[in-house]
Nanobody, 123 residues
Framework: QVQLRESGGGSVQAGGSLHLSCVAS?????MGWFRQVPGKEREPLAA???????NYADPVKRRVFVSTNNAGNMLNLQMNRLEPMDTAMYYC????????????????????WGQGTQVTVSS
């Protein structure tokens, strides 16, 4: 397992953009972003196999963009047109083994998780 460190959370005005970054302590095969609101299930946002194309969750795919670095240990998230309903704890996840593109958004398949970064969107 690798250690993951998220950064970039905080308070954002509705209509603005969010930029999060996740750095892994070692090489990964796939990385993803998820979020969770207390009392609700964890929700996938986007994930990518290093060197592959991202898989975006349908509810946010028109507002989210992820990118990785060549080293395979960083995953950035940009989310646009933020709404108060985007308020949540955002988590980065990673795994060292390859995964099918169709399974990238399945959080249960990830072995490493960051501690999360809180994002609060105010209207």
């Amino acid at each position: 397992q690798v250690q993951l460190r998220e950064s970039g959370g905080g308070s954002v005005q509705a209509g603005g953009s969010l930029h999060l970054s996740c750095v892994a302590s070692g090489l990964t095969s796939a990385m993803g972003w998820f979020r969770q609101v207390p009392g609700k299930e964890r929700e996938p946002l986007a994930a990518v196999q290093i060197g592959g194309r991202p898989n975006y969750a349908d509810p946010v795919k028109r507002r989210v963009f992820v990118s990785t670095n060549n080293a395979g240990n960083m995953l950035n998230l940009q989310m646009n047109r933020l709404e108060p309903m985007d308020t949540a704890m955002y988590y980065c996840a990673a795994r060292s083994a390859p995964i099918n593109w169709e399974d990238l958004l399945r959080g249960e398949l990830y072995t490493s998780w960051g501690q999360g970064t809180q994002v609060t969107v105010s209207s």
